[in-house]
T-cell receptor, first 116, second 114 residues
Framework: AQSVTQPDIHITVSEGASLELRCNYSYGATPYLFWYVQSPGQGLQLLLKYFSGDTLVQGIKGFEAEFKRSQSSFNLRKPSVHWSDAAEYFCAVGGVSGGGADGLTFGKGTHLIIQP | ETGVTQTPRHLVMGMTNKKSLKCEQHLGHNAMYWYKQSAKKPLELMFVYSLEERVENNSVPSRFSPECPNSSHLFLHLHTLQPEDSALYLC?????????????FGPGTRLTVL
């Protein structure tokens, strides 16, 4: 079965500093990969997604992610974080069943704290 | 209304109550999902509906009963719940024919079982 690992439970970054959140997946083929963000008391908002093609994908709010097949990774990056980026970030895998409607498999999330 | 909406946003119920969670998507999608988000655990897929037919049920206890009357609405009927069922319940939708598996989530219902 597919799985998603986010090795960092918490990350603290100073405002204005760069950010990288790690995500590794376990699946035989190239899955569909997603990053979502969840603010306190809110649902999940899609940041970006990867299906095929260019391995560097751009998302909303200045985020980007790079797919590296050799490392089974899909790390999320941002060059300069803002206090409003403080939230929970989830990496997810989908499309593995081959069916049209397919549930996503999520990592446990990384809690991002921004220091002033 | 836009996107995916869920009502109520908060619900407190006793173990013997019966209640329902409602989800509505305004995106023209044809697949809908229920997820459970508990503290310190990954989001768990509960149910998948495609074209109003249930296509997946991830071994969810029978005290949770989903209903999808049309492609825009999804319900989760609750009865005889346990305190460990307290969680954030998230609804999502996607367009199955798009082949992108991209799901859009509602804000969730925070459920507390006393």
């Amino acid at each position: 079965a597919q799985s998603v690992t986010q090795p960092d439970i918490h990350i603290t970054v100073s405002e204005g500093a760069s950010l990288e959140l790690r995500c590794n997946y376990s699946y035989g083929a190239t899955p569909y990969l997603f990053w979502y963000v969840q603010s306190p008391g809110q649902g999940l908002q899609l940041l970006l997604k990867y299906f095929s093609g260019d391995t560097l994908v751009q998302g909303i709010k200045g985020f980007e992610a790079e797919f590296k097949r050799s490392q089974s990774s899909f790390n999320l990056r941002k060059p300069s974080v803002h206090w409003s980026d403080a939230a929970e970030y989830f990496c997810a895998v989908g499309g593995v069943s081959g069916g049209g409607a397919d549930g996503l498999t999520f990592g446990k999330g990384t809690h991002l704290i921004i220091q002033p | 209304e836009t996107g995916v909406t869920q009502t109520p946003r908060h619900l407190v119920m006793g173990m013997t109550n019966k209640k329902s969670l409602k989800c509505e998507q305004h995106l023209g999608h044809n697949a809908m999902y229920w997820y459970k988000q508990s503290a310190k655990k990954p989001l768990e897929l509960m149910f998948v509906y495609s074209l109003e037919e249930r296509v997946e049920n991830n071994s969810v206890p029978s005290r949770f009963s989903p209903e999808c009357p049309n492609s825009s609405h999804l319900f989760l009927h609750l009865h005889t719940l346990q305190p460990e069922d307290s969680a954030l319940y998230l609804c999502a939708s996607s367009q199955e024919s798009s082949g992108t598996y991209t799901q859009y989530f509602g804000p969730g219902t925070r459920l507390t079982v006393l």
